[in-house]
């Protein structure tokens, strides 16, 4: 089935770092969200894009939808122990026929070295 | 938090027995989802709901169905489970048809033994 390629699959890095990632995708959206997930728990929305170009910041956290509409990027700034988990994106794929369904990236797993 | 519920949490159940998972709502939104996850795959689409009665299949929907009898009530049915359906299932709902998010519930563990 249809995924998105997210990028990297996982991060090991040093407490206040800033960290990037990013999702790619062969098709057009017209929404994209990203999501962090911690152990045994659901996917928690972290910031949606609705408009090519728009940037969105939640905190330290800063999105992008790309231009193209087929890449989103997540930042994060000086990253702190709780930000350890798996960071997913998703695109709502819109192509018509009444149905709006969500794809999602393979994740990015972060951990965080204090 | 979004007024998502799924039960059970956690299930063991054998090869070959009928499973039903439920996902219950509060937010009366009208899309409803269900997707697995599992290591390497991230979260796979089923099925899915934009209205009572109104389902369609996503891209892992063989040996699973849905029903939607209610606005607030999602049902996934594993026919005849097998050990490949040993998954952690997620429902999701959003408001709209287009250019919304997506909220999740707290996921249902299964085992198929």
């Known amino acids: 089935g249809q995924q998105l390629n997210q990028s990297p699959q996982s991060m090991f890095i040093q407490e206040g770092e800033d960290v990037s990632m990013n999702c790619t995708s062969s098709s057009i959206f017209n929404t994209w969200l990203w999501y962090k997930q911690d152990p045994g728990e659901g996917p928690v929305l972290l910031i949606a894009l609705y408009k090519a170009g728009e940037l969105t910041s939640n905190g330290r956290l800063t999105a992008q939808f790309g231009i193209t509409r087929k890449d989103s990027f997540l930042n994060i700034s000086a990253s702190i122990p709780s930000d350890v988990g798996i960071y997913f994106c998703a695109g709502q794929d819109g192509r018509g026929g009444g149905t709006y369904k969500y794809i999602f990236g393979t994740g990015t797993r972060l951990k965080v070295l204090a | 938090d979004a007024g998502i519920t799924q039960s059970p949490r956690h299930k063991v159940t054998e090869t070959g027995t009928p499973v039903t998972l439920r996902c219950h709502q509060t937010e009366n939104h009208r899309y409803m989802y269900w997707y697995r996850q599992d290591p390497g795959h991230g979260l796979r689409l089923i099925h899915y709901?934009?209205?009572?009665?109104?389902?369609d299949k996503g891209e892992v929907s063989d040996g699973y169905s849905v029903s939607r009898s209610k606005t607030e009530d999602f049902l996934l049915t594993l026919e005849s489970a097998t050990s490949s359906q040993t998954s952690v299932y997620f429902c999701?709902?959003?408001?709209?048809?287009?250019?919304?998010?997506?909220?999740f519930g707290q996921g249902t563990r299964l085992t198929v033994v």
């Open positions: 709901s934009y209205g009572v009665k109104d389902t």
């Open positions: 999701a709902i959003s408001r709209f048809d287009m250019n919304t998010e997506a909220f």
